[in-house]
């Protein structure tokens, strides 16, 4: 059984910075991709960060300069720093590990979700 245990998140003021953590923990197989999602009140969830097991990242074009995902692959952990932080940012932030199965079918597993607030 896949389990993602999250930390970090809070509420900060606009300009400042936050780090989110994850640690995943059981499962078989290796980790495809490790990132993060985020979901604002009445939008849909949208990918934040995630970067793959080649290390190739991927970045939500409004936090690309602002946001940095980093994994450890030894440790399965991934992590999230968020600086220069917006209003716009606010939301309820998803840790997601995928794996992949020999037929190309994903499996995403997913964190608790932790609550980033930023005031203006």
């Known amino acids: 059984q896949v389990q993602l245990v999250e930390s970090g998140g809070g509420l900060v003021q606009a300009g400042g910075s936050l780090r989110l953590f994850c640690a995943v923990s059981?499962?078989?197989?290796?980790?495809?991709?490790m990132g993060w999602y985020r979901q604002a009140p009445g939008k849909q969830r949208e990918l934040v960060a995630v970067?793959?097991?080649?290390?190739?990242?991927n970045y939500l074009e409004s936090t690309k300069g602002r946001f940095t995902v980093s994994r450890d692959n030894a440790k399965n952990t991934v992590s999230l720093q968020m600086n220069s932080l917006k209003p716009e940012d606010t939301a309820v932030y998803y840790c997601?590990?995928?794996?992949?199965?020999?037929?190309?079918?994903?499996?995403?597993?997913w964190g608790q979700g932790t609550q980033v607030t930023v005031s203006s």
């Open positions: 997601n590990a995928r794996q992949t199965d020999y037929t190309f079918r994903h499996y995403d597993y």
């Open positions: 970067v793959s097991s080649d290390g190739s990242r």
């Open positions: 059981g499962g078989t197989f290796s980790f495809s991709a």
